[in-house]
């Protein structure tokens, strides 16, 4: 038995019970168009310069479905559908980040859904590579929670994601998704996103001095209709209303953002656990004291497979900060295992490593070998 969670995961969860019409390589690297709009010098400087950004599809769509995994309600094969459906919409127009020519023949509010959500798996990527957040929360179960508030009560105005920094400082992030024209991402992006992201204010934790409301919206081509130009992300930072630093050592966003991977996972008790502070002694040994596998060359908590194959988990420290603590903060325990982690090296093209400690191995068997 290669860790201590896998028999847990083999009675919680299911297989994929088909095979995807599409799941795009590990190699499969997208290009386009980046627009930046920001007036925050610091963190413009972590963006690539030369107008253009990159990243594999496969870890698109696994930040989509991440993304749409609610931390507060049980497992929803929804959260998997644009693994299982999203990346054959992308077929055939590599190198670029294109949809499909077949696109043009979807009912629109089903290409409406399907740029929206990929929309947001381009922000989330965004935000944990290029403008230093480790933690991705919903902005409403923040507000539901204590952890945000309304600027202007009368309104429920309000952004996708309450999203914290490497340094413990909070940004307010806001995505949009849309097949229109340029003239509709960025009057989405000036208009829609700039009145939700600043009616929201946190109470507990600092605000970023530096771009701490983001607006990032992605217009994404559809191959075959002329004159359609590129696939574009715009990236803007409007101001706000300052946070008021009520508490700041609150660690609900932490709890929040993390039981969003293990939703996504399919696990729904340790998720549910995590936030209610209930403590996970009653259905597995004491953590600290297991001895986890090292799968290249990082200790690996392992949570299962993703639909395309993946094993997904933890690095270990971060699994054990996680999951050894019942009222007590997780915040400190986290902090220490994410340092520690920036200074090991990557596992290259086997895998990848999310800002969060969350662990993407692309070859299961190494994980697997000793079931």
Same mark, same amino acid.
């Given at each position: 038995?290669?860790?201590?969670?896998?028999?847990?995961?083999?009675?919680?969860?299911?297989?994929?019970?088909?095979?995807?019409?599409?799941?795009?390589?590990?190699?499969?690297?997208?290009?386009?168009?980046?627009?930046?709009?920001?007036?925050?010098?610091?963190?413009?400087?972590?963006?690539?310069?030369? !107008?253009?950004?990159?990243? !594999?599809?496969?870890?698109?769509?696994?930040?989509?479905?991440?993304?749409?995994?609610?931390?507060?309600?049980?497992?929803?094969?929804? #959260?998997?559908? @644009?693994?299982?459906?999203?990346?054959?919409?992308?077929?055939?127009?590599?190198?670029?980040?294109?949809?499909?020519?077949?696109?043009?023949?979807?009912?629109?509010?089903?290409?409406?859904?399907?740029?929206?959500? &990929?929309?947001?798996?381009?922000?989330?990527?965004?935000?944990?590579?290029?403008? !230093?957040?480790?933690? &991705?929360?919903?902005?409403?179960?923040?507000?539901?929670?204590?952890?945000?508030?309304?600027?202007?009560?009368?309104?429920?105005? %309000?952004?996708?994601?309450?999203? =914290?920094?490497?340094?413990?400082?909070?940004? &307010?992030? =806001?995505?949009?998704?849309?097949?229109?024209?340029?003239?509709?991402?960025?009057?989405?992006?000036?208009?829609?996103?700039?009145?939700?992201?600043?009616?929201?204010?946190?109470?507990?934790?600092?605000?970023?001095?530096?771009?701490?409301?983001?607006?990032?919206?992605?217009?994404?081509?559809?191959?075959?209709?002329?004159?359609?130009?590129?696939?574009?992300?715009? &990236?803007?930072?409007?101001?706000?209303?300052?946070?008021?630093?009520?508490?700041?050592?609150?660690?609900?966003?932490?709890?929040? @953002?993390?039981?969003?991977?293990?939703?996504?996972? !399919?696990?729904?008790?340790?998720?549910?656990?995590?936030?209610?502070?209930?403590?996970?002694?009653?259905?597995?040994?004491?953590?600290?004291?297991?001895?986890?596998?090292?799968?290249?060359?990082?200790?690996?908590?392992?949570?299962?497979?993703?639909?395309?194959?993946?094993?997904?988990?933890?690095?270990? /420290?971060?699994?054990?900060?996680?999951?050894?603590?019942?009222?007590? #903060?997780?915040?400190?325990?986290?902090?220490?295992?994410?340092?520690?982690?920036?200074?090991? /090296? %990557?596992?290259?093209?086997?895998?990848?490593?999310?800002?969060?400690?969350?662990?993407?191995?692309?070859?299961?068997?190494?994980?697997?070998?000793?079931?």
């Amino acid at each position: 038995m290669f860790h201590w969670l896998w028999p847990y995961w083999r009675v919680s969860h299911r297989l994929s019970p088909f095979p995807l019409p599409f799941a795009p390589s590990p190699t499969d690297v997208r290009e386009w168009y980046l627009e930046i709009d920001l007036l925050a010098t610091t963190v413009n400087n972590r963006l690539p310069q030369d !107008g253009r950004l990159s990243a !594999g599809l496969h870890r698109i769509l696994i930040e989509t479905g991440i993304a749409m995994s609610a931390a507060t309600s049980s497992w929803d094969p929804r #959260s998997w559908f @644009a693994l299982y459906r999203y990346g054959a919409d992308f077929a055939e127009t590599a190198p670029k980040l294109s949809f499909h020519a077949g696109m043009q023949d979807r009912d629109p509010r089903v290409t409406a859904i399907s740029s929206e959500e &990929i929309g947001a798996g381009i922000t989330c990527y965004i935000l944990r590579e290029h403008l !230093g957040i480790d933690h &991705i929360a919903d902005a409403y179960a923040c507000i539901q929670r204590g952890e945000l508030e309304y600027v202007d009560t009368g309104s429920r105005a %309000r952004p996708d994601y309450f999203c =914290e920094d490497a340094n413990g400082q909070i940004v &307010i992030a =806001e995505s949009k998704g849309t097949t229109g024209t340029y003239r509709k991402i960025r009057n989405k992006v000036d208009n829609e996103g700039w009145t939700q992201v600043q009616n929201v204010r946190p109470v507990n934790r600092p605000l970023r001095s530096d771009c701490g409301r983001v607006v990032i919206g992605t217009r994404i081509r559809v191959e075959g209709i002329p004159r359609d130009g590129e696939t574009t992300t715009i &990236i803007k930072d409007p101001d706000g209303e300052p946070s008021r630093e009520a508490n700041p050592e609150s660690d609900e966003p932490l709890r929040l @953002a993390y039981a969003k991977v293990l939703r996504f996972a !399919g696990h729904d008790v340790l998720a549910e656990r995590l936030l209610s502070r209930r403590g996970f002694g009653d259905l597995m040994p004491p953590i600290a004291e297991v001895k986890l596998p090292q799968v290249l060359g990082l200790p690996f908590l392992g949570l299962g497979l993703t639909p395309f194959g993946d094993a997904i988990g933890f690095y270990g /420290p971060t699994g054990k900060a996680i999951l050894g603590s019942k009222d007590g #903060s997780i915040r400190s325990l986290v902090d220490r295992s994410l340092t520690e982690l920036r200074s090991q /090296p %990557r596992i290259g093209t086997q895998g990848y490593v999310l800002p969060n400690g969350v662990m993407i191995v692309h070859e299961p068997e190494t994980v697997l070998g000793e079931l």
